[in-house]
C-alpha cells in the first residue's frame, strides 16, 4: 500500500481544482453564492424604480440569490446594449423596451415557458407586447408592463368652451380650431422624436393606411389613405397648432400641457402624473380620454417593456426565478404597479381593470378592454429594416414636408423612396 | 567552501547581470523604445485596434451580435442613395465651413485685443476659456433652454428690445435657424481654442519686427498683414486643422440640440452613424457613415501637414 506524502497531496488537489475552474470558468467562491445583474432603465416613473430595489432585497432574502441592479438612462441603452453583446459580457437580465428582442434575437435565451406560467396566471399578453416580445414564435423576452399614448386634455378648457370630447382624429380637428383661438392650441410634434411616430402611427392605420405591408418588404406608404392623413396634418398645423411643434423633443408636449399652454396633447399620463407630483397648478384641470380614431377603427400606440436574459449569462435559471417573483405573484406584480402610479401598466389581459386606474378619477378613460395596441411599424414585422425605417425618422419628416410647403404628393413620394432603398439595402 | 563558492558566483552574476542592463540602457538604440513603448502600447489599444475594428466594420455587413461578411465597398454605394445620408454630407461641409471660418476671425480678433494692456487681462482670459471648460453636454443643454420654442430666453430679450416680431424665430424648428443654432453653439465652444492657441503665437512675436516696421512707417493694418500675419501662418494652420477635424467629428452639439432635426438638416457623420449603427444595429453602414470623409480628411491632414513644415524650415 503506497502512502500519500504531502506534497503529492497538494500537488494532485491544486491541480485538480485549477482544472476545475478553468473547465467551468467560475471561481469557487462565486459557485457557492449564486448571484444574478439586472440592467434597467431610468424609469420615467422614479419610484418604480425605488420599488423594484425593494423587491429585488426581499427575492434576496426569500431566496438566498444575490440580486445587483444598474440603471441606465433611456437613450444610452441601444450603445450599452450593443456593447455588452460584442464583447459577450455584462449583465444576466436587461430591461428592453418595444422591438428591442428582435434587434437582439440570437443573443437571448429562450423565455417561453416563464411567459407561460405568467399567461396561465394572469391571462395573455397584450397585442403589442406579443409582437414585440415573441420573436419568430419563442419568446425572447418576457412582457413586464407597458406605457401607453391617451389623450391629455384640459378639462376646464373644454368645459368653459362648450367643447365635445374628439371620439375622431377629425372630431379633434373641430375642437383644435377653438382651442387655438383661445390661446391654449393641440401639441402634437412634428420632429424628429419618437413621440412624432407614435401619433403619426395611429393617425395613419385609423385612415387605414400602413408603411410596410405584412410581409416585411413591400412599401405601402404611397397610398390615398397617406394622403388623407397628411391632409389632415396640415390643417391641424395650420389651423390648430402653433409652428414650435417642428422643434419638440419627447418632453415638449408634456412641459406645453404642464405649463398651461397646451389645450390638448398626445402622450401617456406622464404629464399628469408630473403636474400632480409637483403641485402645478395645471394638475387639476387636466384630465385624460381615448385616443381618437377614425374611418379604419381606433388603433393606439404604446412602449410595452420586457426582461430578457442574455445567452452569455452563466445566471439564467436563478434570472428566470427573479422574473418570476417579480411578476409570477400576483401581490408582488401588484404592488410593482401600484408604485407607477398608472404611468406603467401591466401587459396582461385578466389584469386590465387594475386596481392602480381606481386611486384617481382621472385615471378612467385608460380602461382599455377590446384596444389593440401597436408599436412602431405595424403590421409589418419588426425586422431590422423596419426599425431603420422607424429610426431614421421617414414618416416624421415625410409629414414636416408636407405642412413647410412641399406639395403632399411629393412628400409622400419622398418617403417612399427613402423607404424603399432601406428595404433594398444590404 | 562549496556554499562560499556558490555565494561568490551569484553576487559576480548579480553584478554582470546589472552591469549588462546598465550598458543596454546606455546604448540610444535600446532606451529610445522603452521610452516609447507605453505610449505606444497605448496607441495600439486605444487608437489602432478600435480603428481597425471599424474599417473592418465599414466593409461588412456587421448587425450588432449576428456573424458579418465582407461586402466590399457596398455600404459606401449605397449610402450615397439615402437622402438622409446626402443631406448629412452637405451638412457637415457647411457646418465646419462657417464654424470654422467664423471661430477663426473671431479667435483672431480676440487674439489682437487680448495682446494689448488691458484692466484685468487675467480674469478676462479666464472667463473667456470657460465654454471650452466645461462639459460640452452641460453648456449644449443649457443652450437648448435658450432656443427651446417655449422658454427661449433669446425670443424674450429679442422681443422685449422689439428687434423680433412675436412670438420670434423658431430656433430649432426651421431648417436654416437650426443650422445657425447649432453653428453658434460650436463657435462659442471653440472660440477659446483659437483665442489661446493664437495669442500663445502673437506673444512669441519679437517686439523688434513690429518696431522696425514701425520706423519705417508701417501703420496698423500694414504691421498686421506684413508682420502678424506670416508669423502667425504655422500657428493658424495647426489651429484650423486640429478645428476641422474636431467640427467635422462634432456629435454632442447637434444631438443635444437637434438630434439632427428638422428634416435631417443639422445631422452629422457622427449623430448619423449613431442613429444608424446603434439605435438600429446596423454597425457596418454606421462604420462606414463615420469613416466616409476618412480619405479626405486625411489629405487636408497631409496638405496642411507639408504647409507647416514649409513655414517652420
Given amino acids: ?426 | 567552501m562549496a556554499i562560499g563558492s556558490v555565494g561568490v558566483a551569484t553576487v559576480q552574476a548579480r553584478v554582470s547581470l546589472r552591469a549588462r542592463v546598465g550598458e543596454l540602457l546606455d546604448r540610444e538604440a535600446w532606451l529610445g523604445p522603452i521610452f516609447v513603448s507605453p505610449a505606444l502600447f497605448l496607441l495600439l489599444l486605444l487608437v489602432a485596434y478600435p480603428f481597425c475594428m471599424a474599417l473592418y466594420f465599414s466593409v461588412s455587413n456587421a448587425f450588432i451580435g449576428r456573424p458579418s461578411h465582407f461586402i466590399g465597398i457596398r455600404n459606401f454605394i449605397n449610402l450615397w442613395g439615402s437622402d438622409a445620408f446626402r443631406q448629412t454630407f452637405q451638412n457637415a461641409f457647411v457646418f465646419t465651413g462657417a464654424a470654422v471660418g467664423f471661430k477663426l476671425v473671431f479667435g483672431l480678433s480676440l487674439a489682437m485685443l487680448l495682446n494689448q494692456q488691458l484692466w484685468f487681462k487675467r480674469l478676462i482670459r479666464g472667463a473667456l476659456l470657460l465654454p471650452w471648460v466645461i462639459p460640452t453636454a452641460l453648456s449644449t443643454l443649457g443652450w437648448w433652454w435658450m432656443f427651446n420654442s417655449l422658454y427661449s430666453v433669446v425670443n424674450w430679450t429679442g422681443l422685449a428690445l422689439g428687434i423680433m416680431d412675436p412670438p420670434g424665430p423658431n430656433w430649432l424648428g426651421q431648417r436654416y435657424y437650426a443650422m445657425t443654432a447649432v453653428v453658434v453653439v460650436n463657435i462659442w465652444r471653440g472660440l477659446p481654442f483659437f483665442l489661446i492657441t493664437i495669442l500663445a503665437g502673437l506673444v512669441s512675436i519679437p517686439r523688434e519686427l513690429y518696431e522696425a516696421a514701425e520706423a519705417d512707417g508701417a501703420g496698423p493694418v500694414a504691421r498686421f498683414w506684413h508682420v502678424t500675419l506670416p508669423l502667425l501662418k504655422p500657428v493658424l494652420a495647426i489651429v484650423v486643422l486640429f478645428s476641422t477635424i474636431f467640427t467635422f467629428s462634432d456629435f454632442n452639439i447637434v444631438y443635444v440640440l437637434t438630434h439632427g432635426g428638422p428634416i435631417n438638416s443639422t445631422h452629422l457623420f457622427a449623430t448619423l452613424a449613431r442613429q444608424v449603427g446603434l439605435e438600429t444595429g446596423r454597425i457596418g453602414e454606421g462604420a462606414a457613415i463615420s469613416l466616409y470623409l476618412f480619405p479626405v480628411l486625411m489629405i487636408v491632414v497631409w496638405a496642411q501637414l507639408r504647409f507647416v513644415r514649409k513655414q517652420a524650415y
Avoid at chain 1, 387605414?208 to 388623407?228: A, H, M, Y
Avoid at chain 1, 401597436?374 to 403590421?379: A, K, M, V
Wanted: proline fraction near 6%; charged fraction near 25%.
Fill in chain 1, 1 to 426: 500500500m503506497s502512502t500519500i506524502t504531502r506534497r503529492h497531496f497538494l500537488t494532485t488537489t491544486t491541480g485538480a481544482g485549477l482544472a476545475g475552474i478553468l473547465a467551468t470558468g467560475v471561481p469557487p467562491a462565486r459557485g457557492q453564492q449564486r448571484e444574478v445583474s439586472y440592467l434597467c432603465w431610468n424609469n420615467f416613473a422614479p419610484l418604480m424604480d425605488k420599488k423594484l430595489a425593494e423587491i429585488g432585497q426581499r427575492f434576496t432574502k426569500d431566496t438566498g440569490i444575490k440580486l445587483k441592479i444598474d440603471h441606465i438612462a433611456a437613450a444610452q441603452q441601444a450603445a450599452k446594449y450593443a456593447s455588452e453583446v460584442q464583447s459577450q459580457a455584462g449583465h444576466d437580465l436587461v430591461e428592453m423596451r418595444m422591438h428591442f428582442p428582435w434587434l437582439y434575437e440570437g443573443q437571448l435565451v429562450d423565455l417561453s415557458d416563464v411567459v407561460g406560467e405568467l399567461e396561465k396566471k394572469h391571462g395573455k399578453v397584450l397585442s403589442s407586447a406579443g409582437e414585440t416580445a415573441r420573436v419568430h414564435g419563442t419568446w425572447r423576452a418576457v412582457p413586464q408592463y407597458h406605457a401607453m399614448f391617451v389623450a391629455t386634455y384640459r378639462e376646464d378648457l373644454f368645459k368653459k368652451a362648450g367643447l365635445k370630447i374628439p371620439d375622431t382624429w377629425e372630431d379633434l380637428y373641430t375642437v383644435g380650431k377653438e382651442l387655438k383661438k383661445m390661446g391654449n392650441p393641440v401639441g402634437i410634434p412634428i420632429s424628429q422624436n419618437y413621440d412624432t411616430i407614435s401619433t403619426a402611427g395611429p393617425v395613419l392605420w385609423s385612415f387605414g393606411g400602413l408603411e410596410v405591408d405584412k410581409d416585411g418588404k413591400t412599401v405601402r406608404i404611397n397610398s390615398p389613405q397617406t394622403v388623407q392623413m397628411l391632409e389632415w396634418y396640415k390643417k391641424m398645423f395650420r389651423d390648430c397648432m402653433e409652428p414650435e411643434v417642428l422643434s419638440w423633443d419627447d418632453a415638449s408636449n408634456n412641459q406645453a400641457m404642464q405649463q398651461g399652454k397646451a389645450g390638448w396633447i398626445h402622450n401617456p399620463v406622464s404629464a399628469y402624473i408630473v403636474a400632480k407630483q409637483m403641485k402645478l397648478p395645471t394638475a387639476d384641470t387636466i384630465n385624460h380620454h381615448r385616443t381618437p380614431g377614425g374611418p379604419s377603427g381606433r388603433h393606439e400606440t404604446d412602449v410595452p417593456r420586457h426582461i430578457g436574459i442574455w445567452k452569455f449569462s452563466k445566471n439564467a435559471e436563478p434570472g428566470k426565478e427573479f422574473i418570476r417573483y417579480l411578476l409570477g405573484k400576483r401581490e408582488t406584480y401588484d404592488e410593482f404597479i401600484m408604485s407607477a402610479d398608472a404611468f406603467n401598466l401591466p401587459v396582461y389581459e385578466k389584469l386590465q381593470d387594475h386596481p392602480v386606474l381606481k386611486t384617481d378619477p382621472k385615471y378612467a378613460g385608460l380602461k382599455a378592454e377590446g384596444v389593440q395596441y401597436h408599436c412602431y411599424g405595424w403590421p409589418a414585422p419588426p425586422s431590422d429594416k423596419v426599425q431603420l425605417i422607424t429610426n431614421s425618422f421617414i414618416m416624421p419628416n415625410m409629414i414636416a414636408k408636407a405642412v413647410t410647403g412641399t406639395a403632399t404628393k411629393d412628400a409622400i413620394v419622398w418617403a417612399e423612396n427613402e423607404m424603399k432603398k432601406v428595404m433594398a439595402g444590404s
